[in-house]
């Protein structure tokens, strides 16, 4: 194999361990789905321990050889050199790697947040503010993986819809970035795929 070659080969592999990620987030969340709960009902954390689980059954996980864990703490040179505590680093929700024994390691990061199409009320009468749920999603969600202080990682964003149809909230996320002026930082949310 060249040298020329070999950063093609790389990125060819690390596309397909993006890939299989994805399709590991997408089998688990259809396993959740076979066991319904009123996920709706619950806070991000919650799903996203639950969604865990179910990855780490997954018989596709295993046949990849691809690991998943969970709260990535991300260290900084303030904690590594004392300037700043261990407890304020920052964490990223989902860590996947792989046992292949090959010179290159690859990492990918999911962030998981919550998103509502419309303000509604849980069965123990807590109020969901959309459009706060929809700002969050952009604040600590989209700009934190574009130009935050998850940046320097290779990651993704997962939505847990709790309210309203995938393709709404997608409009209705993409109205609010157009609205902050965003576009030309962030860009618009194009060619998704839902599930």
Excluded at 40 to 50: D, F, G, V
Excluded at 110 to 124: C, D, F, Q, R
Aim: charged share 30%; with cysteine.
């Amino acid at each position: 194999m060249s040298s020329s070659k070999s950063p093609k080969i790389t990125a060819r592999i690390r596309k397909q361990f993006q890939t299989s990620c994805h399709k590991i987030v997408i089998l688990a969340y259809k396993a959740m789905l076979a066991n319904p709960t009123e996920f709706r009902q619950w806070k991000e954390n919650k799903i996203s321990y639950r969604l865990l689980s179910e990855m780490k059954s997954l018989p596709f996980l295993i046949s990849k050889d691809i690991v998943v864990g969970r709260d990535q703490d991300l260290e900084d040179d303030e904690i590594l050199f004392g300037d700043k505590e261990a407890e304020e680093a920052a964490c990223i929700d989902f860590i996947f790697s792989h046992n292949w024994r090959r010179k290159v390691r690859f990492e990918y990061h999911g962030e998981a947040k919550n998103i509502s199409l419309k303000t509604w009320k849980k069965t123990n009468g807590v109020e969901i503010n959309a459009s706060q749920y929809r700002g969050r999603y952009i604040e600590t969600g989209i700009e934190r993986l574009i130009f935050g202080k998850y940046a320097a990682l290779d990651g993704f964003l997962i939505a847990y819809v709790v309210n309203g149809p995938a393709k709404e909230n997608i409009i209705a996320l993409n109205k609010l970035i157009k609205s902050r002026e965003l576009p030309p930082k962030i860009g618009l949310i194009e060619h998704q795929k839902s599930i």
